[in-house]
């Protein structure tokens, strides 16, 4: 699976979008960009993926750089409840082919009151 | 519908003993992984199971094995217990196999077993 680059820490302002950023310059075309977030001590959630349009459910919008090296993660108003550790994957679905998930550092996002 | 149940949510064990972690996927799950995560490594694959067969495993030693069973609930087990096995333990299940056949890809958390060795 390709590698995926992600700040590791951003602050947001509550009320305000939080864009978060990553970096999968290395990304194939039969791969997808997925989302995780954990909040403190809990499990990882599935926020959202896409694969090469951009994708938005009752949680966020997912952009895709339309040479897909790139995405951005977009909350469009950011609660306190938000402030996790936020996760961009990629990797192949439904390929026959055994992957693994692989999670990076992630980004620490802060939701300042 | 119930979410990824994993027990015990909390254990204390010793060194050089095992232990036994149980997982309780969605119901029609029929894939489950488990990862590692400690705060110096992040989170790690460990192993998936998909229909009672180990399909994928990840960089641990042997003393790191799990199992599934026809009902789809999975154990892990951790013989030989070091200080490093101290870590949160999570279960995830999904509708796809890792490997493919089916599904959006998307994995559903427990809340984890967090294990602490002394």
């Known amino acids: 699976d390709a590698k995926t680059t992600q700040p590791p820490s951003m602050d947001c302002a509550e009320g305000r979008a939080a864009n978060l950023p990553c970096n999968h310059s290395?990304?194939?075309?039969?791969?997808?960009v997925y989302w995780y977030r954990q909040i403190h001590s809990q499990g990882p959630q599935y926020i959202i993926h896409?694969?090469?349009n951009n994708e938005t459910n009752e949680m966020a919008s997912l952009i895709i750089t339309e040479d897909r090296k790139s995405s951005t993660l977009i909350l469009p108003h950011a609660t306190l409840r938000d402030t996790a550790v936020y996760y961009c994957?990629?990797?192949?679905?439904?390929?026959?082919?055994?992957?693994?998930?692989?999670f990076g550092s992630g980004t620490q996002l802060t939701v300042l009151p | 519908k119930a979410g990824v149940t994993q027990t015990p949510r909390y254990l204390i064990k010793t060194r050089g003993q095992q232990v036994t972690l149980s997982c309780s996927p969605i119901?029609?799950?029929?894939?489950v992984s488990w990862y590692q995560q400690t705060p110096g490594q992040g989170l790690q694959f460990l192993f998936e199971?998909?229909?009672?067969?180990?399909?994928n495993k990840g960089n641990f030693p042997g003393r790191f094995s799990g199992r599934q069973f026809s009902n789809s609930r999975s154990e892990m087990n951790v013989s030989t217990l070091e200080l490093g096995d101290s870590a949160l333990y999570l279960c995830?299940?999904?509708?796809?196999?890792?490997?493919?056949?089916?599904?959006?890809?998307?994995?559903?958390f427990g809340e984890g077993s967090r294990l602490t060795v002394l």
């Open positions: 995830a299940s999904s509708l796809e196999g890792l490997a493919g056949g089916g599904g959006t890809g998307e994995l559903f």
């Open positions: 290395t990304i194939s075309g039969n791969e997808y």
């Open positions: 896409g694969l090469k």
């Open positions: 994957i990629v990797r192949v679905v439904g390929s026959g082919s055994a992957r693994q998930l692989t």
């Open positions: 119901s029609g799950h029929r894939s």
């Open positions: 199971y998909f229909s009672e067969t180990q399909r």
